[in-house]
Every structure is written in structure tokens, then in C-alpha cells.
């Protein structure tokens, strides 16, 4: 598995040359665009297998709409979260506010776009706004089996000092009455749970947890329901790669879940966790280099869901 992995690395790293690192957030710019790494935890043996840079750190950007949104399902049920964010692919940007004003009566079209995951973020609950980041992290924490886990406070102000779209996004969910509670402490939360910094094993370790229906494999404990599991798999299946999720699905077919960090997260169910990290990324925002890692990955492996 680890000469597969690094003939994988080898073969599609020239990809990286055709991306560029995110520029919107400033200091996403320093990630060098030449990095590339997988990491796959096997449910089968209950190892682990990696190859390049696969213990950097980077910000995990939109993979945190992975936990808001099963977070918030464990706080809430799905009704009550569905209730608030609808499950349909968009079309539409990351980023963008069409959909909201002309394309849907209030809810965000899904939880994997910048609109659902701050619903869903204003969804979590705790005492306080401390509380609720804390909350996120301890849950990174234990499906990562990794308690060095933080935020990278450079990110973390450069997110909010750029945030303007995300702003009007959640004022104008505001005055339609989809979202409640103070707008710029759900902001600042969001802000947050997107500057934290996990690597490619991190991100391996998270998909092995939902991919085994959220019984932690390394120590065998039910921690996520086999319910909120299947649902979240198949929101990244259709939702998770931006606007790209269809063509994902066909040349790769597994969930997954990306983020303008270089991060990709992937579950394919009962068999691996997968997590990839390439910050050169290509016009949807997604790791040019990672995708076409694992579409090679998938078509070597038979992985696809379909």
C-alpha cells in the first residue's frame, strides 16, 4: 500500500503546477502550492498508510462544515436542522448569495456551502461562545485520536479582517428570519472552526470514523450515530466538493469533503478514511493535485460507491 501511495504522490504531482493556493484569505497565500500528501486508515487491518507531506499542518477551511454540521445534528436532530438548511447540490459558488436571494425561499441550499455551515454553526450549543469553539475542538480531537489540535490565530484574523461575503451572507439570512442569534459572534465561531489546523493523517483518522459508521476504530467506542453518519455521507457525496460534486462523484464516486486549505476528506464506507492535502487548488476551489490523486486512488482500488 505505501509504494501505491507513493507512486500516487510521484505521478500526479505535476498537477500541482497547474493550481494556485487560495488568495482570498491572505495568509492562505504562503502554503507552498508544491506540497502534496494521502494518508489512509485501512478498517480492515486497523492501520495506517501514508506518503509526502503527511503530518503538516494546514487549515482545514470548509472540511469544518463536516463537524458543524454533525455537531449540530447531535444537538438537534435532523428536523430541526433540516428545517433551517436544505439538502440540495447548488451550482452555485462556495461563496455565493444567488441562491439565497433569487433561487430558494429562505434555507441555504446545503450544509456544505458557506450559508448552510453557518446555520449550522449557530445550531451548535454551550454555554458561551468559548464554550462552543471548545466543543469543536474537543470533537476534532477525539475522531483524530490527536490532542495537539488548534487554531491558527494568523488564519484566524485574516478570515475575519476578509470576511465581508460571509457578512452579507449571514445579515441577509438574518433579516429573513433563517438565522438566529448575534450574527457576529456566529460569525467569529465560523471564522474559527475554519482556521483550525489538522494534516492529512488528522484528516484520514476523521473519514475512518464515519466510514466505519462512526464506531471509533482504534478503540472500538460508538461515537457517532449510524444515522447522523449516513446522512453526512451522503450530503459530501453530492455537496462536498463545491460546485464540482457531480464530477467527483462520476470520476472518483466516494464522499468526500474539501477545503480551500488543500484538505480533502474522504470516507469510503466499511474500507478507508483518506485524507489528502495538495494547497494548490484548481477554479472550484479544490486541490488539483489531491483530486487527481484520488481518482487514481479509486479506480486502482475499485472504490467507487456506484
Not at 492501520?47 to 463536516?66: L, N, R
Request: positive net charge; contains cysteine.
Amino acid at each position: 500500500m505505501i509504494d501505491l501511495l507513493n507512486k500516487l504522490i510521484k505521478d500526479n504531482k505535476h498537477y500541482s503546477y497547474k493550481g494556485k493556493a487560495a488568495s482570498y484569505i491572505p495568509a492562505l497565500k504562503e502554503a507552498n502550492p508544491n506540497d502534496l500528501a494521502i494518508a489512509l486508515y485501512d478498517l480492515n487491518s486497523n492501520k495506517e498508510y501514508y506518503a509526502g507531506e503527511c503530518d503538516k499542518k494546514f487549515t482545514i477551511q470548509s472540511i469544518s462544515k463536516v463537524v458543524t454540521l454533525i455537531i449540530a445534528l447531535m444537538d438537534n436532530g435532523k428536523d430541526q436542522v433540516f428545517k433551517k438548511v436544505n439538502v440540495e447540490p447548488t451550482g452555485m459558488g462556495f461563496n455565493s448569495i444567488v441562491n439565497l436571494e433569487v433561487r430558494d425561499s429562505v434555507r441555504p441550499y446545503n450544509p456544505m456551502i458557506n450559508a448552510g455551515a453557518i446555520v449550522t454553526t449557530s445550531l451548535i450549543k454551550g454555554k458561551n461562545e468559548q464554550d462552543k469553539l471548545e466543543r469543536v475542538l474537543e470533537f476534532i480531537k477525539k475522531v483524530t485520536n490527536n490532542n495537539d489540535i488548534y487554531l491558527n490565530q494568523r488564519v484566524y484574523a485574516s478570515e475575519k479582517e476578509t470576511g465581508d461575503r460571509n457578512r452579507s451572507i449571514a445579515y441577509f439570512m438574518k433579516s429573513t428570519g433563517i438565522l438566529s442569534g448575534d450574527v457576529e459572534k456566529i460569525l467569529d465561531l465560523y471564522f474559527k472552526h475554519c482556521s483550525i489546523e489538522l494534516s492529512a493523517r488528522d484528516l484520514a483518522r476523521f473519514g475512518a470514523v464515519i466510514a466505519n459508521d462512526g464506531i471509533i476504530p482504534w478503540s472500538k467506542e460508538r461515537f457517532l450515530s449510524r444515522e447522523i453518519c449516513r446522512i453526512v455521507k451522503t450530503i459530501m457525496v453530492t455537496c462536498g466538493m463545491y460546485d464540482a460534486s457531480g464530477e467527483f462523484a462520476v470520476n472518483v464516486g466516494i464522499p468526500a469533503k474539501s477545503g480551500v486549505g488543500g484538505g480533502i476528506l474522504g470516507a469510503v464506507p466499511k474500507k478507508y478514511g483518506i485524507g489528502v492535502y495538495g494547497p494548490a487548488l484548481d477554479e472550484k476551489g479544490n486541490s488539483i493535485a489531491g483530486i487527481n490523486i484520488l481518482k487514481d486512488l479509486a479506480k486502482t482500488l475499485d472504490l467507487s460507491i456506484f
